[in-house]
């Protein structure tokens, strides 16, 4: 079993939501911390949004509140869109494993190789053991006599209501989708479908294929789609209201600027004039935050997908550190985030770690919205990082507490990957210029390795 530092006086009882990489790793921090902790998981094995099901959703556009929800929106050929070697936690390297004819050895793996790697980190830390699956959490909410939290799930051996002093949330945000507004769609005929219920691009054989959004996944599906459709367009924001033009390495793919209409003819007409008879329009347009077990009177809300008032996107200034949220940020490395995020909580927890008190921390809260109002960004990007400002964060939190900053290479090799993603949006994943830093990363690595002897047959050389 892995040990931890618990001291009765610091230690607490701590329930994590959710086995998904930001859950495990929370677990294991916490447990390093000293803590007693419990990660309730409504599935039935680890890896959160990585492990991969063929099934859907009935509903193909995920609208009806009485679904059966699928946690899982991978799709059948995802790979991944970072780097392995910057994609790992800090001290447990997702390096390739050339010996084992089991694994993917690519750069840019597919799924999974990534539920594989957080089988292994797992099983290397013990994690299983501290999780109960198939165990969903139907409400957590602060007793208002004790401070603690009560914590009521539901399994297959019926309703427990326990208590706990601490909850962190880890229940991911890739389950409930967003949807763009189109003028006139609800009397366009054609199919609708979000990619959260897009698995194989089979379905769309010979079909004419609207796809909203040009983000990771939009980039991703047009392209497997094109293989078998007619034609396939994409609409994006990010585009001048005139754009049309022929996306490089297919003859049926083209982008255009935003929808301005869909008519009851089966006519969907974009900004740049023209005008396209679709089959299906399919939604590549994000997720919200979804929160529906969690109970606060109204100290946390999701507004315009801004969780909060959220104290550096972690803890909510009225509830600290009772209730904590790990892995809200986006477009980021999110493993080491995730690790970093858990580090701090779990220390903040066992008091060997200060937060400020509930006004300064809404105040730092509060100019923060406020900067982000003055600059002109809306809400919904409240939990966007763009640029070096996930870096800074991660950073920040590092020194909080006490542990390594970001290694330099692994911010410049997410830098350089990104830019590919756009840049060479068929090809990045596959083509790169980065070797030099591959070699830092390896080297890196060896210090790690060496803690898990089981591993170091397994480095690259």
């Known amino acids: 079993m892995a040990q931890s530092n ?18 495990l790793v929370a677990a294991r921090e916490l447990r390093r911390e000293g803590h007693s902790v419990v990660v309730l998981e409504r599935g039935s094995q680890i890896g959160g949004v990585w492990a991969y099901t063929s099934q859907v959703e009935p509903d193909p556009l995920s609208l009806d509140p009485t679904r059966p929800v699928v946690h899982s929106s991978l799709y059948k050929s995802l790979r991944t869109n970072i780097p392995r070697e910057c994609m790992g936690f800090t001290d447990f390297p997702f390096a390739t494993r050339p010996h084992d004819g089991s694994r993917d050895p690519r750069r840019h793996p597919g799924h999974s190789e990534v539920l594989a790697y957080l089988r292994d980190f797992a099983k290397e830390f013990d994690i299983e053991e501290m999780i109960r699956f198939e165990t969903e959490v ?44 189109i003028t006139g769609i609800d009397s366009w005929p054609g199919k609708q479908i979000h990619s959260h219920n897009y698995r194989v691009p089979d379905p769309f054989k ?9 983000s990771a996944s939009g980039v991703d599906i047009c392209r497997d789609i094109a293989k078998v459709a007619k034609e396939v367009h994409v609409s994006s924001r990010s585009t001048s209201p005139e754009t049309y ?3 490089p390495g297919y003859d049926n793919l083209w982008l255009h600027s935003l929808i301005e209409t869909a008519n009851e003819d089966g006519s969907v007409v974009f900004q740049n004039g023209k005008t396209v008879y679709a089959d299906t329009i399919m939604h590549c347009t994000g997720y919200k935050y979804y929160f529906p077990f969690l109970d ?26 009772g209730l904590s949220f790990i892995g809200l940020p986006w477009q980021i ?36 919205y406020d900067k982000l109002e003055a600059s002109g ?39 350089i990957g990104f830019k590919r993603i756009y840049a060479q949006s068929a090809t990045y994943r596959d083509n790169w210029d980065d070797d030099h830093l591959i ?19 397994l480095l690259k050389t």
């Open 377 to 415: 960004i809306p809400k919904r990007y409240t939990h966007l990082m763009p640029d070096d400002s996930q870096f800074e964060y991660d950073n920040w939190l590092a020194d909080q507490c006490d542990y390594p900053r970001i290694e330099k290479w692994r911010e410049e090799m997410f830098y």
């Open 439 to 457: 070699a830092e990363a390896y080297d890196d690595f060896v210090k790690f390795m060496s803690s898990y002897p089981e591993l170091l047959p």
């Open 333 to 368: 490395t999110p493993f080491p985030m995730f690790e970093l995020q858990s580090k701090w909580v779990a220390a903040v927890l066992s008091r060997r770690v200060s937060l400020p008190s509930q006004d300064e921390m809404m105040e730092d809260t509060k100019a923060f």
């Open 296 to 321: 606060t009177k109204g100290k946390v809300t999701v507004d315009d997908n801004r969780v909060g008032p959220l104290y550096k996107h972690v803890f909510p200034p009225a509830l600290a550190p």
């Open 6 to 23: 618990r001291d009765p006086t610091t230690s607490r009882h701590v329930a994590v939501i959710g086995a998904g990489a930001a859950g």
């Open 245 to 247: 033009e022929m996306l």
């Open 206 to 214: 010979d079909q004419i294929v609207i796809v909203i959004g040009s």
């Open 138 to 181: 139907v409400r957590a909410e602060q007793d208002n006599t004790s401070g603690k939290w009560r914590v009521k799930s539901r399994s297959s051996d019926g309703v427990a209501d326990e208590i706990y002093d601490a909850v962190v949330v880890c229940n991911g945000h890739y389950t409930e989708p967003r949807h763009a507004h």
